[in-house]
């Protein structure tokens, strides 16, 4: 069972751990990105993040693919908002139910890992002076 | 011709979110040349994709105006 989304609505983390819990479980790995209030030093005021829908979610679909094909899983649940977001707000929750411990922390970890470097999603960050598309320039 | 999805910071670049080219651009690989000499300032990002009709495409594919033709800068979700 997986559930994949792009959504300008506001992530419900609670709802989404709920959602991947299984009887056969023993064990939910939860990753939650939240917005940072800073980046080298310098202070962030908002992100904002674009998508490019619908090759997002069929690039997340690959990478869910990817993990049920490589750990043992029951279920996941990989949800990513765009739009403008303010600090310490949620931009991604993925939630893994496993059998056992360690093949939730790795698919986690590999789920995110691999989001940032495929998932056609951009993120910018809003300063005082200005506003920058992270990870377009050397 | 053909048209192009313009995201993030070749959106930016290039001023507007779809971009409409009449030149002889048959593949992936022109297309990203005919893009970095038009608007030189997409030389200096980290990476240049090309996504053809949702799919991350290789420089020797052709295009027509009947795909979907999105170019993809340096991802950053998460």
Request: charged share 15%.
């Given at each position: 069972m997986e559930s994949i989304l792009v959504t300008d609505k506001p992530l419900d983390t609670q709802a989404i751990i709920n959602s991947v819990e299984a009887p056969e479980g023993g064990a939910?790995?939860?990753?939650i990105g939240t917005?940072?209030?800073?980046?080298?030093g310098k202070e962030v005021l908002q992100?904002?993040?674009e998508a490019y829908e619908p090759m997002a979610t069929k690039e997340l679909t690959k990478i869910v693919e990817q993990v049920k094909q490589r750990w043992s899983l029951l279920k996941v649940a990989v949800h990513h908002r765009v739009g403008v977001l303010?600090?310490?707000?949620?931009?991604?929750?993925i939630a893994v139910s496993t059998p056992h411990r360690a093949a939730g922390f790795e698919a986690c970890q590999f789920i995110i890992n691999t989001l940032k470097e495929t998932v056609p999603i951009w993120k910018k960050e809003f300063f005082e002076d200005g506003e920058v598309w992270v990870a377009a320039h050397p | 011709m053909i048209s192009i999805k313009?995201?993030?910071?070749t959106r930016d670049i290039v001023g507007k979110p779809i971009l409409e080219i009449q030149d002889n651009v048959d593949t992936v690989g022109q297309l990203k040349e005919f893009m970095m000499t038009t608007y030189p300032r997409i030389k200096g990002l980290n990476s240049l994709m090309v996504a053809?009709?949702?799919?991350?495409a290789k420089d020797e594919l052709t295009i027509s105006s009947t795909d979907e033709i999105a170019l993809i800068p340096p991802v950053s979700g998460g």
């Open positions: 939910v790995n939860v990753f917005v940072r209030n800073a980046t080298k992100l904002e993040f303010a600090i310490g707000e949620v931009p991604v929750v | 313009l995201f993030g910071v053809v009709n949702s799919e991350y």
